[in-house]
């Protein structure tokens, strides 16, 4: 019995044995599969993470095959989530034996989910899932490795799509496992079903372990396995898992294609901000179609979220409604404490919540000499660097949209930013410097004309208020020897602004 698996187990000729159909189907099917998405190159390592159940073990036997004819390296991981006690260590055993009898190196840790789920609470699923990944890119960048192979399959795919179809879900969940995940995870599997898989591993002689917990019918997916598509098949469909996995393949194309206008879209709606905070147009945004901008709103929120949190359909339509008539000054949150506020004509995204900054936080360079179109502010600013005499013809005709500066005295480049908190200067013929809210007290100017203030500043300095003052310090005086000219309007006013 012994020689038998040992002569079975390690066959690297699939035609050589019984079965011979189905050992080069599922050879085959790895190979399209790999050769189609371009999983691996000449030269990679594989990093395969293997449980010791039929489908790890299944794909890391046919890449063994595979192996030569890839160009690639292959080194096995195991973890032990610690779930199943002596079943776990059998599991352990195994895939060292497995490692061995093929002359791969393996890597085996073990991890106290359960103690981990009593500190932190969660899903038994969801946390054993991101300690086993986090596990897989510790190994990975310890042994060199550019891939992690798993093994879900078909039946896995259909029963995905099934379970977020009974939650609820868009285009996104429906889309269903892919088979490239992020350049790094590679899923050469999901073409070939459970059927085919456990048939080759019998053929083999490979007797891979079975997780027991898989049969208890208390987690939602076991359910589905075991009592939804059976009925399914038997009722409705013979070929439903064939059927799902192409519907998911179907819909992973349409969304990749949507991804791609709405990434298009939202490169052209945003606009620059500090660090922190990104922005969207409201006239804009509305003028794409529905799915696009819930997408494009994704992005937004992605932008500043640094992978905290995910916006789900209900904070996804709760931004959207900031965009209707009336709604300056109103926010909402979404997962990671990423804040949204509708200042304006535009929606700000950002990692803290915001305190009215103004009309879109927007941090824009001044061109000087030049003209500089601020999206975030509806504004266009004209420059000139003019002679000092010139200028001090024209000081006692300035009007609020006009700022005359030594030129001299500031410290380039200038930047149009909206107000921010403890924003400081010296208004023109004040004694000494102000917080601008005091400023803004002094001068009686109305909440809602202060959310519209615009600023001009250095990196240290601001240097006017525009339409109000400038500040004391950069004023034209007897020494100025060049001017800095200002003039700003709407982008409704001239000919250029069309």
């Given at each position: 019995?012994?020689?038998?698996?040992?002569?079975?187990?390690?066959?690297?000729?699939?035609?050589?044995?019984?079965?011979?159909?189905v050992?080069?189907?599922?050879?085959?099917?790895v190979?399209e599969?790999?050769?189609?998405?371009?999983?691996v190159?000449?030269?990679?390592?594989?990093?395969?993470?293997?449980?010791?159940?039929?489908?790890?073990?299944?794909?890391?036997?046919?890449?063994?095959?595979?192996?030569?004819?890839?160009?690639?390296?292959?080194?096995?991981a195991?973890?032990?989530?610690?779930f199943?006690?002596?079943?776990?260590?059998?599991?352990?055993?195994?895939?060292?034996?497995?490692?061995?009898?093929?002359?791969?190196?393996?890597?085996?840790?073990?991890?106290?989910?359960?103690?981990?789920?009593?500190?932190?609470?969660?899903?038994?699923?969801?946390?054993?899932?991101?300690?086993?990944?986090?596990?897989?890119?510790?190994?990975?960048?310890?042994?060199?490795?550019?891939?992690?192979?798993?093994?879900?399959?078909?039946?896995?795919?259909?029963?995905?799509?099934?379970?977020?179809?009974?939650?609820?879900?868009?285009?996104?969940?429906?889309?269903?496992?892919?088979v490239?995940?992020?350049?790094?995870?590679?899923?050469?599997?999901?073409?070939?079903?459970?059927?085919?898989?456990?048939?080759y591993?019998?053929?083999?002689?490979?007797?891979?372990?079975?997780?027991?917990?898989?049969?208890?019918?208390?987690?939602?997916?076991?359910?589905?396995?075991?009592?939804?598509?059976?009925?399914?098949?038997?009722?409705?469909?013979p070929?439903?898992?064939?059927?799902?996995?192409k519907?998911?393949?179907l819909?992973?194309?349409?969304?990749?294609?949507?991804?791609?206008?709405?990434?298009?879209?939202?490169?052209?709606?945003?606009?620059?901000?500090p660090?922190?905070?990104?922005?969207?147009?409201?006239r804009?945004?509305l003028?794409?179609?529905l799915?696009?901008?819930?997408?494009?709103?994704?992005?937004?929120?992605?932008?500043?979220?640094?992978?905290?949190?995910?916006?789900g359909?209900?904070?996804?339509?709760e931004?959207?409604?900031?965009?209707?008539r009336?709604?300056?000054?109103k926010?909402?949150?979404?997962?990671?404490?990423?804040?949204?506020?509708r200042?304006?004509?535009?929606?700000?995204?950002?990692?803290?919540e915001?305190?009215?900054?103004?009309?879109?936080?927007?941090?824009?360079r001044?061109v000087?000499?030049?003209?500089t179109?601020?999206?975030?502010?509806?504004?266009?600013?004209?420059?000139?660097?003019?002679d000092?005499?010139?200028?001090?013809?024209?000081?006692?005709?300035?009007?609020?949209?006009?700022?005359?500066?030594?030129?001299n005295k500031?410290?380039?480049?200038?930047?149009?930013?909206?107000?921010?908190?403890?924003?400081?200067?010296?208004?023109?013929?004040?004694?000494?410097?102000?917080?601008?809210?005091d400023?803004?007290?002094?001068?009686?100017?109305?909440?809602?004309?202060?959310?519209?203030?615009?600023?001009?500043?250095?990196?240290?300095?601001?240097?006017?208020?525009v339409?109000?003052?400038?500040?004391e310090?950069?004023?034209?005086?007897?020494?100025?020897?060049?001017?800095?000219?200002?003039?700003?309007?709407?982008?409704n006013?001239?000919?250029n602004?069309?």
């Amino acid at each position: 019995m012994q020689k038998r698996e040992e002569k079975g187990n390690w066959d690297e000729n699939p035609s050589s044995r019984g079965h011979g159909w189905v050992l080069k189907m599922l050879i085959g099917l790895v190979r399209e599969a790999i050769k189609r998405h371009e999983m691996v190159r000449p030269g990679d390592k594989v990093l395969v993470g293997v449980s010791g159940g039929p489908d790890s073990v299944a794909l890391l036997h046919a890449l063994y095959v595979l192996r030569g004819e890839l160009e690639i390296a292959l080194h096995v991981a195991h973890l032990n989530h610690m779930f199943r006690g002596r079943e776990a260590e059998e599991d352990v055993r195994y895939v060292k034996n497995l490692a061995g009898r093929l002359g791969l190196p393996v890597t085996v840790r073990e991890v106290d989910v359960p103690r981990l789920l009593k500190e932190k609470g969660g899903s038994p699923q969801e946390v054993a899932r991101e300690v086993r990944y986090q596990f897989y890119r510790e190994v990975a960048s310890q042994v060199g490795a550019n891939r992690v192979a798993v093994g879900q399959n078909m039946n896995d795919q259909a029963e995905t799509l099934l379970m977020r179809l009974i939650r609820g879900t868009g285009l996104d969940g429906l889309a269903g496992i892919p088979v490239f995940r992020d350049g790094f995870v590679i899923r050469p599997l999901l073409g070939a079903t459970r059927e085919v898989i456990e048939e080759y591993c019998r053929a083999q002689g490979l007797e891979p372990r079975e997780d027991t917990s898989n049969l208890k019918p208390v987690y939602t997916r076991n359910k589905i396995r075991h009592e939804l598509l059976p009925l399914l098949e038997k009722e409705y469909n013979p070929c439903v898992v064939e059927t799902l996995a192409k519907t998911a393949d179907l819909l992973a194309h349409d969304r990749e294609y949507l991804e791609s206008q709405a990434e298009k879209a939202y490169r052209k709606l945003k606009f620059s901000l500090p660090q922190g905070y990104t922005a969207l147009k409201i006239r804009d945004l509305l003028d794409l179609p529905l799915g696009l901008r819930r997408r494009v709103v994704r992005l937004a929120v992605a932008a500043v979220a640094g992978g905290a949190g995910e916006p789900g359909y209900g904070h996804v339509e709760e931004i959207l409604s900031l965009t209707g008539r009336g709604k300056t000054g109103k926010k909402t949150r979404c997962p990671g404490n990423i804040w949204v506020v509708r200042e304006a004509e535009h929606l700000v995204f950002g990692s803290q919540e915001p305190e009215g900054h103004g009309p879109g936080l927007v941090e824009t360079r001044l061109v000087i000499p030049g003209e500089t179109r601020v999206e975030g502010l509806g504004l266009v600013f004209r420059t000139r660097v003019i002679d000092a005499d010139a200028a001090r013809e024209k000081l006692d005709e300035v009007v609020d949209n006009e700022a005359y500066l030594d030129y001299n005295k500031l410290e380039l480049p200038l930047l149009v930013r909206s107000r921010r908190p403890g924003d400081v200067f010296w208004p023109l013929g004040a004694r000494g410097r102000k917080k601008l809210k005091d400023f803004f007290i002094d001068c009686k100017i109305p909440r809602r004309e202060k959310e519209k203030v615009v600023i001009l500043a250095s990196a240290r300095d601001i240097i006017w208020v525009v339409g109000y003052r400038i500040d004391e310090r950069f004023k034209v005086s007897e020494d100025t020897k060049k001017v800095l000219a200002i003039y700003a309007k709407p982008y409704n006013e001239g000919a250029n602004d069309q």
